[in-house]
């Protein structure tokens, strides 16, 4: 199953398969008022804060967005009426670089491959004539997901550290330009990036509609990068470890693999005193 379907595909899979599960991610302070305004017929909606994070006091611990215990993310799956051989689909309203990307990797970390992010987003969904709702949805819950430890690859902040300085390693800083030569910082407390590493902005991923580039275009773009190294050895990082995944989405739909994701991204490592590099 590629991990990306249009507009077109996701209104035949809804005639098709009723017991799809659809999710609403989208997030930030209008999220759930949006979701509850208008969302795709049948949706649930997560949020990113309360359920795909596990946000601590201090960002220094594991950044803005660490990750839930999983038996945290396994009791939501369940109350979702998520079980291993759910169909599930998932947007939000930023061309799946909010939490659509996030919720997916979390979903793929436990093992779940039927999990699908739609191109384009609420916006796609909406001007193909998808039917939409207002209000909440309601879920018929089942027993927690049977899965106990994150399968993916992450990494922690000292080994990040070492990987920058390791050739066999290539560590992606998704954020714009701006933020990586450290010209502005919207969100964190400091500006710059992480000595070493380099920096491919996840909207290069995407073409001017807000769709993603074709596999085969993000395969020629990604494989440029990361050359002949494992994908295991390529590391992805953003502002909290949520817009990175959308480049371990575009790596994987490219069929180069998924990559390391570094979950504490610039917020963990701009708060511990670690090297800041500036300029490109």
């Known amino acids: 199953m590629q991990p990306i379907l249009n507009a077109t595909e996701l209104s ?41 994070a596990d946000v601590k006091a201090d960002a220094a611990q594991g950044g803005r967005h660490p990750l839930p215990e999983p038996d945290q993310f396994a009791g939501l799956l369940g109350r979702l009426g998520i079980t291993p051989y759910s169909q599930v689909v998932v947007y939000d309203d930023m061309s799946g670089a909010n939490a659509a990307s996030r919720f997916w990797w979390m979903l793929r970390a436990t093992g779940h491959d039927q999990v699908q992010v ?28 049977p899965f106990k430890a994150w399968e993916l690859p992450t990494i922690s902040m000292e080994e990040v550290s070492k990987a920058v300085k390791d050739p066999d390693y290539l ?36 073409t001017q509609d807000g769709t993603y580039l074709s596999p085969e275009t993000l395969r020629e773009k ?6 002949e190294r494992d ?24 069929g180069l693999g998924i990559p390391t994701l570094y979950v504490g991204s ?13 300029g490109a």
């Open 12 to 52: 035949s899979v809804l005639k098709e398969n009723h017991k799809l599960v659809l999710i609403d991610a989208r997030s930030g302070p209008n999220g759930r008022a949006k979701y509850e305004k208008e969302h795709l017929a049948g949706a649930l909606h997560v949020d990113l804060d309360k359920d795909l």
């Open 118 to 145: 739609l191109d384009g987003g609420y916006q796609a969904a909406v001007a193909a004539g998808i039917p939409v709702s207002s209000g909440v949805e309601q879920a018929t819950s089942v027993d927690p997901y």
């Open 171 to 206: 560590v992606i800083d998704v954020r714009d330009a701006a933020r990586y030569r450290g010209e502005t910082e919207p969100i964190d407390l400091v500006a710059g990036h992480i000595p070493g590493a380099v920096n491919i902005p996840f909207q290069s991923n995407l």
């Open 222 to 227: 990604y494989s440029q990068a990361v050359g």
């Open 231 to 254: 994908p295991e050895h390529v590391v992805v990082h953003c502002g909290s470890g949520v817009t990175a995944c959308h480049t371990a989405l575009a790596m994987d739909y490219a």
């Open 266 to 278: 610039w917020s963990e490592w701009s708060r511990n005193d670690r090297p800041i590099g500036t």
